[in-house]
């Protein structure tokens, strides 16, 4: 019983050796191209290393507020000018420091997300 | 060259490395695809996508498994996605334990002597379900063991081994029909 199992598996060995089947000529050409090109891609994806810290940016954002006062100090000189510049800054510039800082939310945000999914890519 | 040192070479950014290694596996992949999928251009397409899936994952093999296992899973499992499904293989089998008939063995025997064998036993193989010829393919020319082909498919070995066993005998069978045809059609 097992000397016919063996020569049974023996013949459909033999038999299934005609089964091969051939792929076109240049399939491994294909697969090269599509690599180099997925390469290329993937070259130009831009990962940023690490993520600034809730602290950095809110540091960031007191210098950066710090520098136009004093520009604007040091450019009018006078305190109760200087209230009233505050003023009109505030009144002019309010729209560009509420964008500002939704540009730097956004861009933490992005960062955030360009992180997680390179530590996903990474695990999977 | 070895497998290891291609590997190894692949990871340190040699791209001959991985030509080579495509040609060593780009017969035995499209085979495992064509009897997947079933037409020669989504078999094609279903190479590639598993050669690219392999060069993109290769940094994670440990070699804990043979490569060629753990690549023809890949492909497996590409196959599978390819024509939507979650596994070739029913948790139900027919019972069938009746094994090759004496005839169907000789009428194999003597199909070994004709030139033309390759279009019967080609034609044969599609007759046959897909997971049939899959797991033929895979134990009888590709070679691989049971234990191999359960890590592949996620069967248990002792499901392999009955599936094997049940798909062996219907290969007999139909390719007997199928020479018996083929003489029909002669006459």
Redesign the interface.
């Known amino acids: 019983m097992k000397q016919?199992n063996q020569s049974?598996?023996q013949?459909?060995?033999?038999?299934?050796?005609?089964?091969?089947?051939?792929?076109?000529s240049n399939?491994?050409s294909?697969?090269?191209g599509?690599?180099?090109k997925?390469q290329q891609i993937k070259k130009k994806t831009v990962y940023f290393s690490s993520l600034p810290s809730v602290e950095n940016i809110i540091w960031g954002m007191l210098v950066y507020l710090i520098v136009v006062g004093t520009f604007f100090y040091l450019s009018r000189g006078n305190i109760a000018e200087m209230k009233e510049t505050i003023a009109s800054v505030v009144d002019h510039y309010a729209l560009g420091i509420v964008t500002i800082s939704a540009g730097t939310l956004l861009f933490s945000l992005c960062l955030w997300m360009d992180n997680r999914r390179k530590c996903h890519m990474k695990r999977s | 060259m070895d497998e290891r040192k291609w590997i190894e070479s692949i990871l340190a950014g040699d791209?001959q490395s991985?030509?080579c290694l495509?040609?060593k596996y780009?017969?035995?992949a499209?085979?495992l695809a064509?009897r997947i999928v079933g037409n020669?251009e989504e078999?094609?397409e279903v190479?590639?996508d598993a050669?690219?899936k392999m060069?993109q994952a290769l940094p994670d093999f440990r070699f804990e498994s043979k490569f060629s296992s753990w690549f023809y899973r890949i492909v497996y499992r590409t196959a599978l996605s390819t024509i939507r499904r979650q596994s070739l293989f029913s948790d139900v089998d027919d019972v069938d334990t009746s094994?090759?008939t004496v005839e169907e063995?000789e009428q194999?025997?003597a199909?070994?002597e004709q030139n033309d064998?390759?279009k019967v036993?080609?034609k044969t193989?599609k007759e046959l379900p897909k997971s049939e010829a899959l797991l033929?393919?895979l134990f009888?020319?590709q070679e691989c063991t049971i234990y191999e082909i359960s890590q592949i498919t996620g069967l248990s070995n002792v499901n392999v081994k009955t599936k094997l066993f049940r798909a062996?005998k219907h290969?007999y069978s139909v390719?007997e029909k199928e020479m018996k045809n083929e003489i029909k059609d002669l006459l």
């Open positions: 016919n049974l598996d013949l459909t060995r033999r038999l299934m050796e005609e089964s091969i089947e051939q792929p076109s399939l491994n294909r697969i090269m599509l690599l180099r997925e | 791209m991985f030509s495509i040609s780009e017969k035995m499209f085979t064509f020669r078999a094609e190479t590639q050669f690219l060069y094994n090759v063995q194999a025997s199909l070994l064998r390759k036993i080609q193989l033929l393919t009888y020319l062996r290969f390719l």
